[in-house]
């Protein structure tokens, strides 16, 4: 069986040479730790900035991700693909407005906290956090590439013939348009498409002018890309949900049938989004803007 899904075994690549960290990356640290303790407590003097920790929190970890890659390759996409890099945060925040747009319908989680910020000064300081869920991915999914044993041998699977044309790419925004019809009438049997269906349309548009890059390696029988994206959005999930738990501004769960065995405000069951979750990050800034370089996520 193996030889029918495996092409030829390929070694590991030998371990890559460590660099400094960079100072810059101390300085993410700081304002890690600052931002955590600030979040997670109660101080009277920060009482007026209490609900805003979230978005230090996240600058903070893309700067030390990208840290943790520059070390052990002297890479990084912040560093080596500056202006590229800054532009997901706009990217990002119009890929998770339309996750909430999408809530509206199947009302999966709620905030609490912000009534009090008014519709004006909400989308103004939603947006600020929001920019920082594409920067943390992809910047995560960079650090976790640089660590061959997490996707050994998925490069090796046998190539495929994945033609794609106009005619497959209107059937993909189709079932996509269908798949959004049908969450929109049965948003509490098919909540689970509001993250499976947005895979079918970026593929699908991107798939009228150009074939999608990740589609690309599939076709080539390299499924590292997939893989590290999906490890990717998991890593950040459990970082969303932990920091999460213990601010002042937060958001709960409210997801039918697997509403139960909670980590942090997440039922367990509910991480397994993050998987498709960190490949539609991957697919929306390949769609939007100019992929990276291969090797680097």
């Not at 029918?4 to 960079?22: M, V």
């Not at 052990?72 to 997901?88: E, P």
């Not at 061959?148 to 041998?153: G, H, K, L, M, R």
């Not at 049965?186 to 079918?200: D, E, K, N, Q």
């Amino acid at each position: 069986m193996s030889k029918i899904i495996f092409s030829k075994k390929q070694p590991l690549p030998e371990q890559r040479e460590k660099y400094p960290f960079p100072r810059w990356g101390w300085l993410g640290v700081a304002l890690m730790i600052i931002s955590w303790i600030l979040a997670w407590n109660r101080f009277a003097w920060f009482e007026p900035f209490q609900e805003f920790t979230f978005t230090p929190l996240w600058l903070s970890y893309i700067l030390v991700i990208n840290a943790l890659s520059y070390r052990r390759t002297g890479k990084c996409l912040l560093i080596n693909h500056t202006q590229h890099y800054l532009a997901l945060f706009l990217v990002s925040a119009i890929l998770w407005w339309s996750f909430e747009y999408l809530n509206r319908f199947i009302e999966n989680w709620y905030y609490i906290g912000t009534a009090d910020l008014g519709p004006e000064r909400y989308v103004i300081f939603a947006t600020l956090p929001f920019s920082t869920v594409l920067p943390a991915v992809l910047g995560t999914a960079e650090w976790v590439n640089t660590f061959p044993q997490i996707s050994a041998d998925l490069n090796r699977f046998k190539p495929l013939n994945i033609p794609v044309s106009k005619g497959l790419a209107m059937a993909l925004i189709s079932a996509g348009a269908l798949g959004l019809t049908a969450l929109g009438m049965w948003p509490g049997s098919l909540f689970f498409l509001m993250w499976l269906v947005p895979i079918l349309l970026i593929v699908g548009l991107q798939s009228l002018t150009e074939k999608p890059p990740l589609v690309s390696d599939i076709e080539a029988g390299d499924w590292r890309r997939i893989w590290t994206l999906a490890v990717a959005g998991l890593m950040c999930g459990i970082f969303w949900e932990m920091w999460n738990s213990h601010s002042l501004a937060y958001w709960k769960y409210s997801v039918p049938y697997v509403q139960r065995f909670e980590i942090f405000e997440m039922p367990f069951l509910g991480y397994a989004g993050y998987l498709p979750f960190g490949i539609v990050c991957g697919l929306f800034a390949d769609f939007i803007l100019a992929p990276f370089p291969k090797k680097t996520v």
